[in-house]
C-alpha cells in the first residue's frame, strides 16, 4: 500500500492556466504539507496544514492555494501558472511533535511551458 | 528559525570506500531529532536513518551511521562499503521536539565512481 500518493506524477501545461495537485495520506498523521523542490534540488516548504488547519504558510504567491476536506487529503490548485513554477512538488504527511519522521508522495513533476 | 547547513554540494566516493557527509544545524531547543534522506534519480525522497538529540548512542542502519556531536551541533551521515545504488542526493534535516516544521539542508550530490 502506498503510504503518501499524489496526482499527477507530471504535469505539463501552458502558461496562464490553473491546475490541481491531489495528495493523500494512509498513515493516519494529523499534519501534511508541500513542498517546492527547484532545478537545484533545493527543498522549500510551502504550506502544512494539521487536521484541517492551516499552521504554516509560508511566503508563497496567492495563486498558490491548498485546500484539506480531511486530514488524510491535501491538495494543491496553482492559477495563473507562470514559467518559474515549473518544479517538483512533493507532498509529505508526519504526526505532528514526537519524534516521527516525515513520509513524502513520489513528487509532482510540473512543467509550464 | 533553526537553520540546516551542508555545507559539501557535491561529493564523490569509490565503490566499496566510505565517505562521510557533512551536516550542521543552529537550535536553542534541547530536545529535537535530526535525519537523513536519500534522493535518488526516481526522485523519492527515502529516509535513511533518524537520530534523536536525548540519545548518546548513534545511530545506526546497516552500513549507514551518524557521528552526532550534540555541542558541536553537527550531524554527520557516514555510508561504508559504498554502493551504486547510493548514489543520490542526501538531505540533513531538522524537528523540533513539539513543533510541525522540518528544516532541510540544502543537499549533497553523491556520486559512487565504479
Known amino acids: 500500500d502506498t503510504a503518501v500518493s499524489q496526482t499527477p506524477k507530471y504535469l505539463v501545461t501552458q502558461m496562464g492556466n490553473d491546475k490541481s495537485i491531489k495528495c493523500e495520506q494512509n498513515?493516519?498523521?494529523?499534519?501534511m504539507y508541500w513542498y517546492k523542490q527547484d532545478s537545484k534540488k533545493f527543498l522549500k516548504i510551502m504550506f502544512s496544514?494539521?487536521?484541517?488547519?492551516?499552521?504554516i504558510n509560508e511566503t508563497v504567491p496567492n495563486r498558490f492555494s491548498p485546500k484539506s476536506p480531511d486530514k488524510a487529503h491535501l491538495n494543491l490548485h496553482i492559477n495563473s501558472l507562470e514559467l518559474g513554477d515549473s518544479a517538483v512538488y512533493f507532498c509529505?504527511?508526519?504526526?505532528?511533535?514526537?519524534?516521527?519522521?516525515?513520509?513524502f508522495g513520489p513528487g509532482t513533476r510540473l512543467t509550464v511551458l | 528559525a533553526q537553520t540546516v547547513t551542508q555545507s559539501q554540494p557535491e561529493m564523490s566516493v569509490q565503490e566499496a570506500e566510505t565517505v562521510t557527509l557533512s551536516c550542521t544545524y543552529d537550535?536553542?531547543?534541547?530536545?529535537?531529532?535530526l535525519f537523513w534522506y536519500k534522493q535518488p534519480p526516481s526522485r523519492q525522497m527515502i529516509l535513511v536513518i533518524r537520530?534523536?538529540?536525548?540519545?548518546?548512542q548513534n545511530a545506526t542502519e546497516n552500513r549507514f551511521s551518524v557521528n552526532f556531536q550534540k555541542a558541536a551541533k553537527s550531524f554527520s551521515l557516514k555510508i561504508s562499503d559504498s554502493q551504486l545504488g547510493d548514489a543520490a542526493m542526501y538531505f540533513c534535516?531538522?524537528?523540533?521536539?513539539?513543533?510541525?516544521?522540518?528544516?532541510f539542508g540544502t543537499g549533497t550530490s553523491l556520486t559512487v565512481i565504479p
Open positions: 509529505a504527511s508526519s504526526q505532528r511533535g514526537g519524534s516521527d519522521t516525515q513520509y
Open positions: 498513515l493516519g498523521h494529523d499534519t
Open positions: 496544514y494539521n487536521n484541517k488547519e492551516l499552521i
Open positions: 537550535t536553542s531547543e534541547s530536545d529535537y531529532y
Open positions: 537520530q534523536e538529540a536525548y540519545k548518546q
Open positions: 534535516a531538522y524537528r523540533g521536539n513539539t513543533g510541525n516544521q522540518f528544516y
